[in-house]
């Protein structure tokens, strides 16, 4: 027996057909250009892009520095000092790091340098005694290099850091009390004149940061060690 043509479509099916949809007529086109612009396009409200946001956040810091030198800097005209150059008693240089008001684990770290020849020190013994208490701190003058006085350029430099403490001021006083400290001692007790000095760890910086602009060479070797200059000198 063939089935009828009616059983061929089940209940599903019939409950499952969609309505004809309405034509666009009369609807509002989304891809019509004239409905994306204009006062009556909807309003996208998606998030902004990293790099936007950050070039926005250095817009508003340029416009608030600007707005404090607009605003402000005629007021810190009352302040201004004449530059008065420090005096020839004055030989501590003393180095902070800032970086404009943004935290910075480096902005504590105070360095203070000063010349061994323009230090109290009471002798060439004690001179000698200090560089070596300095140690690797206390770095030999480059021959040929601008120096404030010839002297201080022969007895070198002797530099400081320290960045322990959570305070810059709180370096700072280490480090110019650690200088006392080395003074002091320099000046008193034995002289160790028959230690010699260690050049070796400034001149492991001075290759580091290539301030030496050539190498050792066979014109650097000593022409008295040669066996002419010895016959010679002993003539």
Not at 62 to 81: D, G, K, M, T, W
Not at 205 to 219: A, C, I, Q, Y
Request: contains cysteine.
């Amino acid at each position: 027996m063939r089935p009828s043509s009616s059983s061929l479509f089940t209940a599903s099916a019939r409950s499952l057909a969609r309505r004809p949809q309405a034509s666009f007529s009369g609807a509002r086109d989304p891809l019509d250009i004239a409905n994306t612009v204009g006062p009556s396009a909807p309003q996208f409200d998606f998030p902004l892009t990293r790099p936007t946001l950050l070039k926005l956040d250095k817009q508003r810091q340029i416009l608030h520095y600007l707005r404090l030198e607009h605003l402000q800097f005629p007021e810190l005209v009352a302040f201004r000092q004449p530059f008065t150059p420090p005096s020839s008693k004055a030989v501590v240089r003393v180095r902070h790091q800032h970086y404009q008001g943004e935290p910075h684990p480096a902005s504590r770290k105070v360095t203070i340098s000063a010349p061994v020849a323009s230090l109290p020190l009471d002798s060439p013994a004690a001179r000698h005694k200090f560089k070596l208490l300095a140690g690797p701190r206390w770095t030999p003058a480059l021959p040929g290099a601008a120096a404030r006085q010839q002297q201080a350029q022969d007895e070198g430099e002797v530099k400081l850091a320290c960045e322990m403490f959570p305070s810059e001021r709180m370096n700072e006083k280490w480090c110019s009390d650690t200088l006392d400290k080395l003074v002091n001692e320099a000046n008193s007790g034995d002289s160790f004149a028959d230690v010699p000095l260690d050049p070796r760890p400034a001149r492991a910086r001075l290759v580091k940061s290539r301030k030496l602009k050539r190498n050792v060479s066979l014109r650097d070797f000593p022409k008295e060690w040669l066996p002419a200059a010895a016959a010679a000198a002993s003539k």
